[in-house]
């Protein structure tokens, strides 16, 4: 839940009313009233950052859907503080469920978090409208690396916000012989050890790479294949999670896995035991990126938030909260001034700072067109739901 904005009186203009004694002095004058100016302090003491670049705001509400654990409290708080707009945060664990109620006609969404295969379905649709890039200067803040994708052609749809490698986690304390590729996660040793995303795109494709097939098959027999793969993973794993996977690692729940990237890094700070390793088949990679719905109602609110929240004095804080691979190179470089206890971590670790090997030999998730349909009832029937 968003905090009550904060007020505070910074200053009181007083008036001394002074006694003339003289005949016919004229009367006092009246006291001017006090001058009352907005606290920018959140009640957890963040103080927050003007904006780099002041939007003109008229709605009193915005309305987010995203990614469960994605946004940092003091965006929010500190939004409602400068921009007097109320945040509405509703949350999703995959993207079909996002892609399914924004299709079954929720209109009331202003800005939502797709990752990658999913945007182009949403545009083929209709979902989403274009970007009005004269109110977003906050694209200057990104590394050229993260725009003009295929999924995107000229960012015209979407912004970055963060990416990863969906790849394997294990604790070094309880698993002495850890596995080197996605394959090696169906052996026996680690039947009801295992923690894995509630994710159809990634586990399936994950099964395909063992199989040698491209993770983006639409080829139906190959699909199959993969089912009967992915079936017999299932009855090794004792958890599916998108919404906190780490904490059943962290909790000694379960030994090893496969979790979001900013999961494995946050695991590994806490315990240094947890190590992330890219395996020989290729790691799937992945970006997640602001969007408009196409009916949104508050569309000045949302450029005034994506501005704000990705200017460096605000993105920084991605570091400390969800440690991704971070699109926003000016937010980095301000970390490393200002925050130096988040940058070298964040810099130094395999996770957040992959490999060039493991990155050019990772595998990106696409629309699959039609074939979605396949992959939705693979995912139904092999974890019987």
Same mark, same amino acid.
């Given at each position: ?10 200053? =009181? ?7 003339? &004694? ?10 001017a009233p006090a001058?009352?100016?907005?606290? =920018?302090? &959140? ?24 990614? &469960? ?5 003091? !965006? ?28 079954? %006609? ?21 979902m989403l409208q ?32 963060? %990416? ?6 294990? $604790? ?39 199989? %040698?097939?491209?993770? $983006? ?42 979790? !979001? ?11 240094? $035991? ?24 508050h569309v000045d609110?949302?450029?005034? !938030? ?21 699109? $926003? ?57």
């Amino acid at each position: 839940m968003s905090k009550n904005i904060v007020w505070k009186l910074m200053a =009181m203009v007083m008036m001394t009313t002074l006694v003339l &004694t003289a005949c016919g002095a004229p009367a006092a004058e009246p006291a001017a009233p006090a001058v009352v100016e907005k606290n =920018m302090t &959140t009640v957890d003491g963040f103080v927050c950052p003007q904006p780099a670049h002041k939007m003109e705001v008229t709605s009193k509400e915005l309305n987010l859907y995203v990614w &469960t654990e994605y946004i940092p409290t003091e !965006w929010k708080d500190c939004f409602e503080l400068v921009y007097d707009v109320k945040i509405n945060h509703d949350e999703y664990s995959s993207n079909e469920e996002m892609y399914a109620k924004l299709e079954a %006609g929720s209109t009331n969404y202003d800005v939502v978090l797709p990752t990658d295969y999913i945007i182009k379905l949403m545009i083929n649709k209709g979902m989403l409208q274009k970007l009005d890039k004269a109110k977003l200067p906050s694209f200057d803040y990104l590394d050229p690396n993260y725009l003009d994708l295929p999924f995107d052609p000229g960012n015209e749809y979407t912004m970055p916000y963060e %990416g990863g490698l969906d790849s394997i986690i294990y $604790n070094s304390a309880t698993v002495p012989n850890p596995p080197t590729s996605f394959a090696d996660l169906w052996k026996e040793e680690y039947a009801g050890r295992i923690v894995l995303l509630d994710d159809s795109r990634v586990v399936i494709g994950m099964a395909l790479l063992t199989l %040698g097939y491209d993770v $983006n098959t639409t080829d139906e027999a190959q699909l199959m294949e993969a089912k009967e793969k992915v079936a017999e993973l299932v009855k090794n794993t004792k958890l599916f999670d998108s919404d906190s996977p780490k904490t059943a690692l962290i909790a000694g729940d379960v030994d090893l896995g496969i979790v !979001w990237t900013g999961e494995a890094y946050t695991a590994a700070q806490e315990d240094e $035991n947890f190590k992330f390793l890219y395996p020989s088949e290729g790691a799937i990679l992945w970006q997640d990126n602001w969007a408009i719905p196409a009916s949104a109602p508050h569309v000045d609110a949302v450029y005034a !938030w994506i501005n704000y929240t990705m200017q460096p004095d605000m993105f920084y804080l991605m570091l400390r909260d969800f440690p991704y691979l971070n699109p $926003n190179k000016a937010a980095i470089e301000y970390a490393k001034i200002n925050h130096p206890d988040l940058y070298e971590p964040f810099v130094s670790s395999n996770v957040t700072n992959p490999p060039a090997e493991a990155l050019a030999k990772s595998h990106v998730i696409e629309d699959v067109g039609d074939a979605l349909v396949i992959y939705d009832t693979i995912w139904t029937e092999v974890k019987g739901e």
